[in-house]
């Protein structure tokens, strides 16, 4: 059974500076992961999504990336706003139709 | 725009009483998802369809039921056999197609369901 884990679950930084979220994952047979931000009470809004045979994709400040064989991706964000705080999910589909999410890391960006 | 809609964002049930949350998508997916959020965790797969009068259960599908009558639409009845039905609930729906499972997953916004 895939289990994802995310590392740390909440994070306080200072605006301005770099950081990276961290995701595992168990079985290293994914399709695609997944990046979203949740706002309280809201919905999810998906940031970046890596297909199982890519290395990293960028939008913007971020960057995801993605090392499959040791079960892993990243989420790094550059010079981090007050607007970035929210909880961070990741999410690997790993057979059709269903996903596996994890716990969620929440990041607070201090002006 | 295209988009998934949930309604209504809050409910209120009474203990006993059934419940439908309700879920539509206008961008033409095949594949809808129903998944529950408890305070600080992930998602948890209620219940999925990947077509028109088919659907499967997820991880967590006890005490909930679904329909897919219609493409657009995937509704959610919470059923009085549900023990812990407090939660934020969401739907989300992928693209159909062979390579639907390398495609986003678009969420709507979230119905919040409160048992009192």
């Known amino acids: 059974k895939q289990e994802v884990t995310q590392i740390p679950a909440a994070l306080s930084v200072p605006e301005g500076e770099n950081l990276v979220l961290n995701c595992s994952f168990t079985?290293?047979?994914?399709?695609?992961l997944q990046w979203f931000r949740q706002d309280p009470g809201k919905g999810l809004t998906s940031l970046l999504l890596?297909?199982?045979?890519?290395r990293e994709q960028t939008s913007g400040r971020l960057n995801a990336s993605l090392d499959k064989s040791s079960g892993r991706s990243t989420l790094y964000i550059a010079a981090s706003q007050p607007g970035d705080s929210a909880t961070y999910l990741c999410?690997?589909?790993?057979?059709?139709?269903?996903?596996?999410f994890g716990d969620g890391t929440t990041l607070t960006v201090k002006p | 725009d295209g988009g998934i809609t949930q309604s209504p964002k809050y409910l209120f049930r009474k203990e006993g009483q059934n419940v439908t949350l309700s879920c539509e998508q206008n961008?033409?997916?095949?594949?809808m998802y129903w998944y529950r959020q408890d305070p600080g965790q992930g998602l948890r797969l209620i219940y999925y369809?990947?077509?028109?009068?088919?659907?499967q259960k997820g991880d967590i599908a006890e005490g909930y039921s679904v329909s897919r009558e219609k493409k657009e639409s995937f509704p959610l009845t919470v059923t009085s056999a549900q023990k812990n039905p407090t939660a934020f609930y969401l739907c989300?729906?992928?693209?159909?197609?062979?390579?639907?499972?390398?495609?986003?997953?678009?969420f709507g916004q979230g119905t919040r369901l409160t048992v009192v």
């Open positions: 999410a690997v589909r790993t057979n059709a139709g269903k996903s596996t």
């Open positions: 369809s990947q077509i028109v009068n088919d659907f």
């Open positions: 961008l033409n997916h095949d594949a």
């Open positions: 890596i297909q199982s045979s890519q």
């Open positions: 079985d290293s047979a994914i399709y695609n």
């Open positions: 989300a729906s992928t693209p159909k197609g062979a390579l639907w499972k390398n495609t986003e997953a678009f």
